[in-house]
């Protein structure tokens, strides 16, 4: 079955750049997804990668996605406090099916 | 830009009684999923719905039944409430004709049961 392995937590300094990683082992993942969780709250998308894909900017948010090794990362430049968040990286087989989660990478940045 | 609409936002209720959390997704998406997250859990999938007709089926328990309605809005019904059913709730919807896939999750009903 579909299994999503994350790091616990990362602790940044605000204006330096965040790395969090993710692994998957489901080899047909095609679609794979970053969503940002503040507390309390819902689950935001951030952005999103198709497996055929090997990188992704979007303004701050760069994601890197080594098909061979299985490893997505979600890099975050100039990270701010208010990027302070737990983040879920989430992977679907295909379009329409559901989402498998990882276990969420807690994200504190320090002023 | 209209966002998936979840209600009631909160419930408590007691063990043993019946809860029905309902999901309003966003204009022209005809794909509903429902996520339970436990405290300090990532997202689990329990059900999904595309047009009306059950598309997956997760982890969810005999106890709980759902639906999708012809305006496409879908309810998930809860009853014989555990204290282990207390989470949040989260419903997604995604449109099928894109074919990206990108589910938007609405802000969640938080589940309390005593």
């Known amino acids: 079955g579909e299994d999503v392995e994350q790091s616990l937590f990362l602790s940044v300094r605000e204006g330096d750049s965040s790395v969090i990683n993710c692994t998957y082992t489901?080899?047909?993942?095609?679609?794979l997804y970053w969503y940002k969780q503040e507390p309390g709250a819902g689950l935001q998308l951030l952005t999103y990668i198709f497996s055929n894909m090997d990188m992704k900017q979007d303004q701050r948010l760069t994601v890197l996605l080594n098909k061979k090794d299985k490893h997505l990362s979600l890099r975050i430049a100039d990270t701010q406090t208010g990027d302070s968040a737990i983040y879920f990286c989430?992977?679907?087989?295909?379009?329409?099916?559901?989402?498998?989660f990882g276990g969420g990478t807690r994200v504190l940045v320090k002023p | 830009a209209a966002g998936v609409i979840q209600s009631p936002r909160h419930l408590i209720k007691e063990k043993r009684e019946t809860a029905t959390l309902k999901c309003y997704p966003i204009p022209r998406h005809d794909t509903v999923y429902w996520y339970q997250q436990g405290p300090g859990q990532d997202p689990q999938f329990l059900i999904s719905?595309?047009?009306?007709?059950?598309?997956d089926k997760g982890s969810i328990p005999d106890r709980f039944s759902a639906q999708q309605f012809s305006d496409y809005h879908s309810e998930l019904n809860m009853s014989s409430l555990e204290l282990g059913d207390s989470a949040l709730y989260f419903c997604a919807s995604s449109p099928r004709q894109g074919r990206t896939d990108t589910q938007y999750f609405g802000p969640g009903t938080r589940l309390t049961v005593l």
């Open positions: 719905f595309y047009e009306k007709m059950q598309s």
């Open positions: 989430a992977e679907s087989p295909t379009a329409g099916n559901k989402l498998t």
């Open positions: 489901d080899s047909s993942s095609t679609y």
